[in-house]
């Protein structure tokens, strides 16, 4: 069974926005907290942001201001909006359910991360961002 689909990557330049979505499982998607992470070609993979059911959210350092993790639960879907997108940003782009959540003190990507081939991973969508 497929839990989680990615998708909206694709190539801008630098300045440009991008929306990513994560179409999430209805069975993950009641009561979910779900993790953006990215990797760069020959770099480990890093925690972007996490969105739970509530709407809480929280962002890495080096997006905050700039990306924006949100959830349409109509659709079963959560997003980033990612704006003012860097060269840095270049990354193959992934969603993941913490299979845990309520149980973990926090909805966080270390956790999801640390966890890792307990939950959900997406197959990734690839942001190509040039100068």
């Known amino acids: 069974a497929v839990h989680l689909v990615e998708s909206g990557g694709g190539s801008v330049q630098a300045g440009g926005s991008l929306r990513l979505s994560c179409s999430v499982a209805e069975n993950i998607f009641s009561g979910f907290c779900i993790g953006w992470f990215r990797q760069a070609p020959g770099k480990k993979r890093e925690g972007v942001a996490t969105?739970?059911?509530?709407?809480?959210?929280n962002y890495a350092h080096f997006v905050k201001g700039r990306f924006t993790a949100s959830k349409d639960e109509a659709k079963d879907t959560v997003y980033l909006e990612m704006n003012n997108l860097e060269t840095e940003d270049t990354a193959m782009y992934y969603c993941?359910?913490?299979?845990?959540?309520?149980?973990?003190?926090?909805?966080?990507?270390?956790?999801?991360?640390?966890?890792?081939?307990?939950?959900?991973w997406g197959r990734g969508t690839q942001v190509t961002v040039s100068a």
């Open positions: 993941a359910a913490d299979l845990a959540w309520p149980s973990e003190p926090s909805c966080s990507t270390d956790i999801i991360e640390a966890a890792r081939s307990r939950n959900y």
């Open positions: 969105i739970d059911s509530n709407g809480n959210t």
